[in-house]
Nanobody
Framework: QVQLVESGGGLVQAGGSLRLSCEGSGRTFSNYGMGWFRQAPGKEREFVARISWSGGSTLYAESVKGRFTISRDNAKNTVYLQMNSLKPEDTAVYYC???????????????????WGQGTQVTVSS
């Protein structure tokens, strides 16, 4: 059974930083692209960033480009999201996502996600 467990969320002031982690188990983690999505209250879940199975390719939503960095350590079965220069509009529940199919880029659409983490709350105060 695949499990994705996120950690690292919390409350931070605008301009601050947080690093989210997502550890996977139950599947060969290094074979799958990974992504981060977020969902604010009353809004749909949206793509934030994705990384290919090898870590060689990344992609970001325009709203976070230049502020967030996605990375992975396949030896630790973990994907990270480093978030800098946080803004109040970054407030949301952040979800780790594993691609449905192996050996491709990470998911950018919810339909491409095979497994979700439980989510971790990020709150940015102004």
């Amino acid at each position: 059974q695949v499990q994705l467990v996120e950690s690292g969320g919390g409350l931070v002031q605008a301009g601050g930083s947080l690093r989210l982690s997502c550890e996977g188990s139950g599947r060969t983690f290094s074979n799958y692209g990974m992504g981060w999505f977020r969902q604010a209250p009353g809004k749909e879940r949206e793509f934030v960033a994705r990384i290919s199975w090898s870590g060689g390719s990344t992609l970001y939503a325009e709203s976070v480009k230049g502020r967030f960095t996605i990375s992975r350590d396949n030896a630790k079965n973990t994907v990270y999201l480093q978030m800098n220069s946080l803004k109040p509009e970054d407030t949301a529940v952040y979800y780790c996502a594993m691609n449905r199919v192996a050996y491709v880029f990470g998911p950018t659409e919810t339909d491409a996600v095979g497994y979700w983490g439980q989510g971790t709350q990020v709150t940015v105060s102004s």
